[in-house]
């Protein structure tokens, strides 16, 4: 099992241009989730699914869209990126309660 | 409104003693408590969880102690080792699961 992967592992945007961040997980998880990791801030969740065709807003959803149309994968677009949208950006998958599988991570900045 | 927090930044050991890593939440819906580790440029690896309704979960090395009425959690290392040294974070969840709510993470410094 790869686990969760994501790609790219780093991404330089200029402001205004668009992308899609990967996220693929191979372990038939139902819940997927994006966090984005800002300095003395910890992790804050972007988006989530709970299967697929299923996805809801966390606590920072602005700028960012996300769809699942299979169970193993979960892509993050940024519409027209800022420079407030450089951080460290985690896919997460989960199948039970009380545990949480993260990726490697994407490490963008935005010009 | 900062559900869930660690209130120490940093945190410094002696190989081979204990480490507590402590945890405060203010939500008392959240059903699953969850620690991780987190070394520089990877991804957060998952350590050990409690449920809400326990009060001691152990898993080698590291055991997670919950307080519901005082909503304190704490993560103990016996005995520390130099690898270690990491970023810890605590983390809750609610009725869903996909969605877990981080503290500010303590970073753990274990000296040989």
């Known amino acids: 099992n790869a686990g969760v992967t994501q790609t790219p592992k780093f991404q330089v945007l200029k402001t205004g241009q668009s992308m899609t961040l990967q996220c693929a997980q191979d372990m038939n998880h139902e819940y997927m989730s994006w966090y984005r990791q800002d300095p003395g801030m910890g992790l804050r969740l972007i988006h989530y699914s709970v299967g697929a065709g299923i996805t809801d807003q966390g606590e920072v959803p602005n700028g960012y869209n996300v769809s699942r149309s299979t169970t193993e994968d979960f892509p993050l677009r940024l519409l027209s990126a800022a420079p407030s949208q450089t951080s460290v950006y985690f896919c997460?998958?989960?199948?039970?309660?009380?545990?949480?599988?993260f990726g490697p991570g994407t490490r963008l900045l935005v010009l | 409104d900062q559900q869930v927090k660690q209130n120490s930044p940093s945190l410094s050991v002696q190989e081979g003693r204990i480490s507590i890593l402590n945890c405060d939440y203010t939500?008392?819906?959240?059903?699953?408590f969850l620690w991780y580790k987190k070394y520089p440029a990877e991804g957060p690896t998952f350590l050990i969880s409690i449920s809400s309704i326990k009060d001691k979960n152990e898993d080698g090395r590291f055991t997670v102690f919950l307080n519901k009425s005082a909503k304190h959690l704490s993560l103990h290392i016996v005995p520390s080792q130099p690898g270690d040294s990491a970023v810890y974070f605590c983390?809750?969840?609610?009725?869903?699961?996909?969605?877990?709510?981080f503290g500010q993470g303590t970073i753990l410094t274990v000296h040989p």
């Open positions: 983390a809750a969840s609610g009725t869903s699961y996909g969605k877990l709510t």
């Open positions: 997460a998958s989960s199948g039970r309660p009380e545990t949480q599988y």
């Open positions: 939500n008392s819906m959240f059903d699953y």
